[in-house]
């Protein structure tokens, strides 16, 4: 389960409730509902063992499953359409002038890799950056985020629509790729596990695309 963190005392039902139809407006409500995948000794070897029959965009299981957007979006019904998500999570700083708005727009509080989430003086604001940093964005810290990261977040809640769903089908590919030839972190095993689970809901006579026979994933 995912845990929306909030230090603000005296919260009623209701200010929870309106903060929430705020996410859900904006698409992000359902990623509370994909399955959380540990981090136990036998979760990691399991996840080990699948990254390994994660080739060419496939996961060969007994049939090969295309790993698409069309896939990211029926596990996660995440948006699916709107602009393409722009490259700001991963840069260093930014323009100061946007860090100086963000800073006086969201009373944001200065950390080591960027500023804190639970600073965000917005709610809305503030569960959506923690949903999408908890489930979708990598190369930023659980609990801080790149001033350009919370202003596209700030955008996506005054409802500015963005393609999470191709985003995170592209970062999911680059990652798998990074864990098998660089040993770098994965993080998106709760998004392997749930591809796993939806594969073998698959009905047997499910349109999927056949396999050359001269490679090894057909013998």
Not at 55 to 83: A, K, M, Q, S
Not at 95 to 115: F, S
Request: charged content about 25%.
């Amino acid at each position: 389960m995912h845990c929306i963190i909030d230090t603000t005392t005296e919260l009623t039902a209701l200010e929870l409730q309106k903060w929430l139809k705020g996410v859900d407006k904006i698409g992000l409500l359902n990623l509370l509902w994909v399955s959380y995948c540990n981090r136990t000794p036998i979760t990691v070897l399991v996840i080990k063992k699948l990254l390994r029959l994660v080739h060419d965009g496939f996961l060969w299981l007994e049939e090969p499953i295309p790993i698409t957007n069309r896939l990211i979006h029926r596990i996660t019904r995440l948006p699916y359409t709107g602009e393409n998500m722009p490259m700001m999570f991963g840069e260093k700083g930014g323009k100061q002038a946007l860090e100086e708005a963000m800073k006086e727009k969201l009373k944001l509080v200065k950390k080591p890799r960027g500023y804190a989430i639970s600073s965000i003086s917005d709610p809305v604001v503030k569960v959506a950056t923690q949903i999408l940093v908890g489930k979708v964005m990598r190369k930023c810290c659980k609990d801080e985020l790149l001033a350009p990261g919370i202003a596209l977040v700030a955008q996506c809640t005054e409802g500015v629509q963005f393609n999470w769903v191709h985003y995170l089908c592209d970062e999911f590919l680059m990652n798998y790729r990074e864990a098998q030839e660089l040993r770098k972190t994965f993080q998106y095993a709760w998004l392997l596990m749930s591809i796993v689970m939806v594969a073998w809901e698959l009905p047997k006579d499910s349109q999927l695309p056949s396999v050359a026979p001269n490679l090894p994933e057909a013998a």
